[in-house]
T-cell receptor
């Protein structure tokens, strides 16, 4: 069964600290993996997208890594800010151009002052 | 910037009512999607449309229908709302090369009482 599992389910950190969110998937075949940020009560916004040939992709303070061999991805947030408080969703696509994306249930991050 | 606009942020309807959720995108995207998002379940695809008047069932189409008369507009219809359809509904659009859900709307929180 195609699955995308994220950990931890929730995380609380202090402002200015770094954190890493994990995403493990069993989706096969694999085309690409995307990380989204979703603020409470809003729609998700894309942070990064990586194909199987890419190991790392950055977007400001967000850096995503991908190990296609172990089917693991991580999202690293550097120098966290209060505005980083949100849910982070990992999404995996099976084949190019398909609408068949598998969504993780997300990690809820709270950054405290 | 791409804009995906959903007609309502919050909606309260009575059981048995016919409910229309509207979504408009301004980037001439071919693909449009409707998802529902429930705690602990992640996003689940209800319906997908890859062209005007074309639609495909997603993972949970029961109790829903859709309409796409114009390229920029994709409507989700609850023929007879039930309490188990209380949820957050998210519309998304993309070009075929970007895959599913490249850009999301802000979401509609529907409560059926």
């Amino acid at each position: 069964k195609n699955q995308v599992e994220q950990s931890p389910q929730s995380l609380i950190i202090l402002e200015g600290k770094n954190c890493t969110l994990q995403c493990n998937y069993t989706v096969s075949p694999f085309s690409n993996l995307r990380w989204y940020k979703q603020d409470t009560g809003r729609g998700p916004v894309s942070l990064t997208i990586m194909t199987f040939s890419e190991n790392t992709k950055s977007n400001g303070r967000y850096t995503a890594t991908l190990d296609a061999d172990t089917k693991q991805s991580s999202l690293h947030i550097t120098a966290s800010q209060l505005s980083d408080s949100a849910s982070y969703i990992c999404v995996v696509s099976k084949t190019p151009g398909t609408y068949k994306y598998i969504f993780g249930t997300g990690t809820r991050l709270k950054v405290l002052a | 910037d791409v804009k995906v606009t959903q007609s309502s942020r919050y909606l309260v309807k009575r059981t048995g009512e016919k409910v229309f959720l509207e979504c408009v995108q301004d980037m001439d995207h071919e693909n449009m999607f409707w998802y529902r998002q429930d705690p602990g379940l992640g996003l689940r695809l209800i319906y997908f449309s890859y062209d005007v008047k074309m639609k495909e069932k997603g993972d949970i189409p029961e109790g829903y229908s859709v309409s796409r008369e114009k390229k920029e507009r994709f409507s989700l219809i609850l023929e007879s709302a039930s309490t188990n359809q209380t949820s957050m509904y998210l519309c998304a659009s993309s070009s075929p090369g970007q895959g599913t859900g490249a850009f999301f709307g802000q979401g509609t929180r529907l409560t059926v009482v």
